[in-house]
């Protein structure tokens, strides 16, 4: 099915990428399983055309093109691909809920890279031909065990990076750099919804394996 999706966005004029944890688990010999495919190139309305043919979609974000699709064939069990286009994130308000969020199917891959958390989390994949991108450094963070903000300038806009950050620690036992540190002790993380907060501690508590390292962060 990944095959098929690449090969429909190529058929389309765009390039389908692997990005965030998926590129990271798949460099890491791990089984990918969050399937998060970034389209660059067509415009969402194509898009979700092109993803109907493939199976059933569910369009949880169509103002700013954001889909699940279940292609055809595959049981009720296996996970949903997430299909999107670049997104450009500000901040316009305290919280989660502030955050302003507009697609753009033709922005620019440096850009669209600079959206994201860690340069761990900003490699991406050509999901046709192979090709890793590497605009942040992650692939030489990904050897040395280090996280790093991809932009120190944005990183804050969603607080609850910063206990990414922590939770991610625990489950890796990756050492953040002196200036992701800082970044994160300014961090207000009372803008966040409890619900949030308890996910990340879930997280923490119930995949970590190196969690007296990530409390120690």
């Known amino acids: 099915p990944i095959r098929a999706l690449a090969e429909a966005v190529h058929g389309a004029g765009g390039r389908a990428w692997l990005v965030g944890g998926g590129v990271r688990d798949h460099l890491m010999d791990k089984a990918v399983k969050d399937w998060d495919v970034e389209v660059h190139g067509v415009p969402t309305d194509r898009l979700g055309k092109l993803l ?42 305290p919280g989660h809920k502030g955050i302003a969020v507009e697609g753009d199917p033709f922005m620019p891959l440096e850009e669209a890279v600079r959206r994201r958390d860690l340069t761990i989390n900003a490699l991406m994949l050509d999901l046709r031909t192979r090709e890793i991108v590497d605009l942040s450094g992650g692939l030489d963070d990904l050897r040395e065990g280090r996280l790093r903000a991809v932009d120190p300038d944005s990183f804050l806009d969603d607080p609850l990076r910063a206990l990414r950050v922590v939770q991610f620690v ?16 300014q961090a207000p993380l009372d803008e966040l919804a409890a619900e949030r907060i308890q996910t990340e501690w879930e997280k923490l508590l119930l995949k970590g394996t190196a969690i007296a390292r990530g409390l120690e962060v």
């Open 52 to 93: 109907r043919k493939l199976g059933s979609v569910n369009a949880v974000g169509k103002s700013f093109g954001v889909f699940k699709l279940r292609p055809h064939g595959t049981p009720p069990t296996d996970p949903e691909i997430d299909v999107s286009i670049p997104r450009r994130d500000s901040n316009a308000g």
């Open 170 to 185: 625990a489950r890796t036992g990756f050492t953040p750099d002196a200036a992701l540190v800082a970044l994160c002790r």
